[in-house]
């Protein structure tokens, strides 16, 4: 499983493979024709109250983190993007400026953390 994270102001390329825009919001500036997205999945995205919270400020990414990762739980997006992985890749689109503190981070980490405790479970 191949899961990869793209801000969606950087060009779609080839081996991006499947491109799932994950924010709520459309990025400000990207034409809908140019952003060459296969999917726009924003009800995986953090909820309005907790992005708002958050900010993107990295003394809260922690908490935010911690607070997403509850938002997924029982998402069923989280298996279809599993699934859609399998045996592909998949590239996860955001907007945020950071690309080490925002909610592409924590989802890419939930995503392999399942899918890595399941192939150790089949042994």
């Known amino acids: 499983m191949a899961i990869l994270l793209k801000r969606a102001y950087a060009p779609a390329v080839r081996a ?10 459309w990025p400000r500036g990207v034409k809908k024709v140019d952003g060459k997205f296969t999917y726009w999945m924003k009800d995986i995205a953090p909820s309005p109250k907790l992005r708002v919270w958050f900010g993107h400020r990295p003394e809260r990414f922690k908490e ?4 997403y990762k509850k938002e997924l739980t029982g998402n069923p997006r989280v298996a279809e ?7 592909r890749t998949v590239t996860l689109v955001y907007a945020a400026r950071d690309p080490e503190v925002n909610h ?12 890595s405790s399941r192939s150790t479970a089949r042994g």
């Open 16 to 25: 991006d493979g499947i491109r799932v825009l994950i924010d709520r919001l």
């Open 64 to 67: 935010f983190a911690g607070r």
């Open 81 to 87: 993007l599993r699934n859609l992985a399998r045996g």
């Open 104 to 115: 592409a981070v924590v989802l890419q980490a939930v995503l392999r953390r399942r899918s």
